[in-house]
């Protein structure tokens, strides 16, 4: 697949979630993105409201342990939204799917989705703890919770962010209903194209320059 850098940078979400983020940080996270010319920037909800002019505003919920009540996590949709957010990436009790309770992340997704209105909802499934198995029944999870994408990973679970093969499982599990983020440890252009060319139609980069750095 080929990709000009505009073209990439307009599938990139530019984030900043560590958790000693400033506001300085963060609105050079918002000059640089500008710059960079990318779709959203991913800021941490307790940094809003922000000024994202000409970029879409998207905030985590849950994260990063997936292990917050669901009504907390709805509760922190909800406000993130009202104070600007366009879209949500939430995080799933990881826990429950390993377990193989579908049930509990399904209504843990339904929460978040009737927290936000009509706010874009991703989910991310933490693709690296999960067996094959666990993957396709949360994407369909996800998809029947009315999420609009599902997303590899949080980037900070200690078994690994995004991988092209759950990329792939995941884009064939959603068939192009749902949007499918590759987040996680994706560092260099090649990294990028590969989840791309998986079936990934987002990317989330905490370096974003570098990556598009290697296309003119």
């Known amino acids: ?111 978040v989705r009737e927290g936000i209105g009509n706010a874009v909802l991703k989910v991310i499934i933490e693709s690296a703890a999960l067996s094959d198995e666990a993957i396709v029944e949360v994407c369909r999870a996800a ?8 997303k590899t990973s949080t980037g900070f679970h200690p078994a690994g962010g995004a991988s092209v093969e759950a990329v792939r499982l995941m884009a064939e599990t959603v068939g192009g209903r749902l949007g499918v983020k590759a987040s996680g440890g994706i560092r260099t252009t090649e990294a990028a194209l590969a989840m791309i060319d998986a079936g990934a139609t987002r990317l989330g980069l905490s370096g974003t320059r570098a990556v598009l750095d290697g296309l003119s």
């Open 1 to 111: 697949m080929t990709l000009t850098r505009a073209a990439l940078a307009g599938m990139v979400d530019h984030t900043l979630l560590k958790p000693e983020a400033t506001t300085a940080d963060v609105n050079a996270l918002i000059e640089e993105g500008r710059e960079l010319g990318v779709l959203a920037v991913c800021v941490s909800p307790s940094m809003l409201p922000i000024r994202a002019e000409g970029m879409l505003t998207a905030v985590v919920a849950g994260f990063p342990s997936g292990k917050h009540h669901s009504l907390i996590k709805g509760s922190e949709a909800r406000l993130a939204v009202q104070q600007g957010a366009d879209e949500v990436d939430m995080v799933i009790d990881v826990g429950a799917a390993i377990a193989g309770d579908y049930n509990a992340v399904l209504a843990d997704i339904v929460t």
């Open 143 to 150: 998809e029947t919770a009315g999420a609009n994408f599902v």
